[in-house]
T-cell receptor, first 113, second 110 residues
Framework: ETGVTQTPRHLVMGMTNKKSLKCEQH?????MYWYKQSAKKPLELMFV???????ENNSVPSRFSPECPNSSHLFLHLHTLQPEDSALYLC????????????FGPGTRLTVL | LAKTTQPISMDSYEGQEVNITCSHN???????ITWYQQFPSQGPRFIIQ???TKVTNEVASLFIPADRKSSTLSLPRVSLSDTAVYYC???????????FGSGTRLQVQP
């Protein structure tokens, strides 16, 4: 499916690097989400954007900084990450922020050395 | 927030019907039952959602008894490609977030 795309698909970075994850949705949705999926842990919601406004921040450390310049694009800026931040980062979108039918992207597999 | 409990894993063979049951004892009136499927290294995919009784689509059926304290996802005639993790979620229409549990890892054997 190409409804929600994420780049890069894989990323290896050092703890002092700064990188950004990109998500784009082609579905005309108004809400976008970042989730984190660590090994052997359930998916954890990180951020929710509705109509480009951040409406939920799930106690995420400040080394993760989201940006939503328009309703089709969502970024996750990363800086001074820790090895425990290594995970699959998933972007999702939905028609609005109060529906259960979310469309997920393929994810970015992040490894922090 | 309604907690869900489902088996950690299940095994099946190609062509069999698979039923995955989820319990959600403290489900609220405004909650819907939703199932997602996730293949390795991919994002979850919405399968089906229901409120009560039975819902069927081209992929699966969802059975919900009158008390709504449990639900059963039924996959007819599974194939190897149905090997995945299946998540049962209770979703409140007033909330923004999906809360995923550990899911049920279904392994389909030839």
């Amino acid at each position: 499916e190409t409804g929600v795309t994420q780049t890069p698909r894989h990323l290896v970075m050092g703890m002092t690097n700064k990188k950004s994850l990109k998500c784009e949705q082609h579905l005309g949705h108004n809400a976008m989400y970042w989730y984190k999926q660590s090994a052997k842990k359930p998916l954890e919601l990180m951020f929710v954007y509705s109509l480009e406004e951040r409406v939920e921040n799930n106690s995420v450390p400040s080394r993760f900084s989201p940006e939503c310049p328009n309703s089709s694009h969502l970024f996750l800026h990363l800086h001074t990450l820790q090895p425990e931040d290594s995970a699959l980062y998933l972007c999702a979108s939905s028609q609005d922020s109060r529906v259960a039918d979310q469309f997920f992207g393929p994810g970015t597999r992040l490894t922090v050395l | 927030l309604a907690k869900t409990t489902q088996p950690i894993s299940m095994d099946s063979y190609e062509g069999q019907e698979v039923n995955i049951t989820c319990s959600h004892n403290n489900i609220a009136t405004n909650d819907y039952i939703t199932w997602y499927q996730q293949f390795p290294s991919q994002g979850p995919r919405f399968i089906i959602q229901g409120y009560k009784t039975k819902v069927t689509n081209e992929v699966a059926s969802l059975f919900i008894p009158a008390d709504r304290k449990s639900s059963t996802l039924s996959l007819p005639r599974v194939s190897l490609s149905d090997t995945a993790v299946y998540y049962c979620l209770v979703v409140n229409t007033g909330r923004r977030a999906l809360t995923f549990g550990s899911g049920t890892r279904l392994q389909v054997q030839p």
